[in-house]
């Protein structure tokens, strides 16, 4: 009966690891929910404040995606949203991380990296998004994002963190439609 009891504990143990991940992952793309994003935000500031590496976070934004939704459907729109997700994830190490943050918001977390070389990496990102057309059924459409970055800082926590990568993706957003 001990056996018996081990094994069905063994069992609970794999249900509950699987059950977690499912808790801690987007249910439409394969990247990390808000919540599990925040938490890992978290994590990677108090890393760089123990080992004083620099670590940086990246806000993208899906520009027009209401009209992808409007126009073909919400199918379509879903197509989009996990190709950008995919494009993030195949574009970044196993170290850095990457989630959905609702909608059509995305944020990668680039650990080591200072603001100059996350604004680099956010440029190379962008370019991999935007490179080819999201193919759905017989019609293709263009993907175009911003994005906003900021060092992590030690003193802010997580979501105040998220709020400035957020902000700043809005400020790139509205000087490129005044200059654009």
């Given amino acids: 009966e001990i056996d ?22 987007d249910p439409l793309t394969p990247v990390l929910n808000r919540r599990a994003f925040v938490r890992e935000l978290g994590r990677i500031r108090t890393f760089s404040q123990r080992y004083g590496s ?12 209401k009209s992808v939704n409007d126009r073909y459907g919400h199918a379509a729109g879903d197509a989009a949203l996990q190709a950008v997700a995919q494009r993030l994830a195949s574009n970044v190490r196993d170290s850095d991380i990457v989630g959905r943050m609702g909608g059509d918001e995305f944020a990668v977390i680039l650990v080591q990296a200072d603001k100059t070389t996350a604004e680099a ?13 999201i193919q759905f059924g017989d019609w293709s ?3 175009h994002v911003s994005y906003g970055v900021r060092e992590i800082s030690l003193d802010m926590e997580p979501e105040a963190l998220v709020a400035e990568a957020d902000a700043a993706m809005f400020l790139r957003k509205r000087d490129v439609r005044n200059t654009g």
């Fill in 121 to 133: 990496k956010a440029q190379s990102l962008a370019q991999a998004i935007e490179s080819a057309p």
């Fill in 141 to 143: 459409a263009p993907l």
């Fill in 4 to 25: 018996d009891l081990r094994g069905e504990v063994g069992r609970l143990k794999v249900k509950l690891a699987e059950a977690e991940e499912l808790a801690d992952r």
């Fill in 54 to 65: 620099p670590a940086s976070l990246v806000y993208f934004d899906l520009d027009g995606f």
